[in-house]
């Protein structure tokens, strides 16, 4: 599964309360399902789903309220996996598929394949945390971009509740 990036629209506001329009709330889908939903608007929230489909079961409303999905990973292979590869054969193993070989026939082909499952187990650690870093960092990014985006929001519907302020001496003669 990839990372996604999109936006809710709205055609039709069931509820009343979130409005309608083509821009209600940013969406994050990481990796591994994981949906963050950012509502945007004076009464702006986060809520976080186990996946998409969870999100249009609960906002969906019939086709009424769509995700446009802006941006998505390319569906490349992980880029890991030629890290991966690269280390497991300086180990002295192979990416071959093992098929029903069996276990290595001497002790010298045994260690190299305990020592290529130990440098396996650390790279598939460090990915994890790399993937964790990454994730992060993409949540704070989404985040920071979400909550400048619904400060404008709010600057711009507290103009339209208030009227257009008048600045210090705009109505004096000179």
Same mark, same amino acid.
């Given at each position: 599964?990839?990372?996604?990036?999109?936006?809710?629209?709205?055609?039709?506001?069931?509820?009343?309360?979130?409005?309608?329009?083509?821009?209600?709330?940013?969406?994050?889908?990481?990796?591994?399902?994981?949906?963050?939903?950012?509502?945007?608007?004076?009464?702006?929230?986060?809520?976080?789903?186990?996946?998409?489909?969870?999100?249009?079961?609960?906002?969906?409303?019939?086709?009424?309220?769509?995700? /446009?999905? %802006?941006? +998505?990973?390319? *569906?490349?292979?992980?880029?890991?996996? $030629?890290?991966?590869?690269? !280390?497991?054969?300086?180990?002295?193993?192979?990416?071959?598929?093992?098929?029903?070989?069996?276990?290595?026939?001497?002790?010298?082909?045994?260690?190299?394949?305990?020592?290529?499952?130990?440098?396996? /187990?650390? %790279?598939? +650690?460090?990915? *994890?945390?790399?993937?964790?870093?990454? $994730?992060?960092?993409?949540? !704070?990014?989404?985040?920071?971009?979400?909550?400048?985006?619904?400060?404008?929001?709010?600057?711009?519907?507290?103009?339209?509740?208030?009227?257009?302020?008048?600045?210090?001496?705009?109505?004096?003669?000179?």
């Amino acid at each position: 599964m990839s990372v996604r990036i999109g936006r809710i629209m709205r055609h039709e506001d069931v509820h009343g309360v979130s409005g309608t329009g083509d821009h209600l709330a940013d969406v994050f889908e990481a990796s591994d399902g994981t949906t963050i939903v950012r509502w945007l608007g004076k009464d702006g929230s986060t809520n976080v789903y186990q996946g998409v489909k969870n999100v249009t079961n609960v906002h969906g409303h019939g086709g009424k309220t769509e995700i /446009e999905w %802006l941006w +998505e990973q390319e *569906a490349d292979a992980d880029p890991m996996d $030629a890290v991966f590869d690269k !280390k497991l054969e300086e180990a002295g193993g192979s990416t071959a598929p093992t098929g029903l070989a069996g276990p290595p026939d001497n002790k010298e082909e045994q260690d190299k394949e305990a020592e290529a499952e130990e440098i396996a /187990e650390a %790279l598939v +650690e460090e990915a *994890a945390e790399t993937v964790d870093r990454v $994730a992060a960092r993409l949540a !704070k990014k989404l985040l920071e971009k979400t909550v400048v985006k619904s400060a404008e929001k709010a600057a711009e519907s507290a103009k339209v509740m208030n009227g257009p302020v008048e600045e210090e001496g705009a109505g004096e003669k000179r």
